[in-house]
Nanobody
Framework: QVQLVESGGGLVQPGGALNLSCAASGGTFSTLAMGWFRQVPGSEREFVAGLHWSGRNTNYADSVKGRFTISRDTTTRTAYLQMNSLKAEDTAVYYC????????????????WGQGTQVTVSS
């Protein structure tokens, strides 16, 4: 069983940046696809970004392409979501997810989830 803990959320002004972290324990980290999702109260959870288990391929929602970057550090067992040029509409709770041998797409059967971290973009 993989346990995930997110950190790095907070309040940032429009145009600013945040770097979310997702620390993983359990499982074999180097064979996990990692993903980031977000959810606004009253709305469904939305796919943001995914990283193939090999680390070679990434996928992004159209709304964040060119602004967000997903990455991982297998040494520290941590996944990251670098968020630049933040907009008010990026405000949400951000969740980290993992999928053994996944390809990092929204349709993956994401089997492990973190508890979420709040990101608020406001002036």
């Amino acid at each position: 069983q993989v346990q995930l803990v997110e950190s790095g959320g907070g309040l940032v002004q429009p145009g600013g940046a945040l770097n979310l972290s997702c620390a993983a324990s359990g499982g074999t980290f180097s064979t996990l696809a990692m993903g980031w999702f977000r959810q606004v109260p009253g709305s469904e959870r939305e796919f943001v970004a995914g990283l193939h288990w090999s680390g070679r391929n990434t996928n992004y929602a159209d709304s964040v392409k060119g602004r967000f970057t997903i990455s991982r550090d297998t040494t520290t067992r941590t996944a990251y979501l670098q968020m630049n040029s933040l907009k008010a509409e990026d405000t949400a709770v951000y969740y980290c997810a993992a999928d053994p041998l996944g390809i990092g797409r929204e349709s993956d059967p994401w089997s492990s989830w973190g508890q979420g971290t709040q990101v608020t973009v406001s002036s």
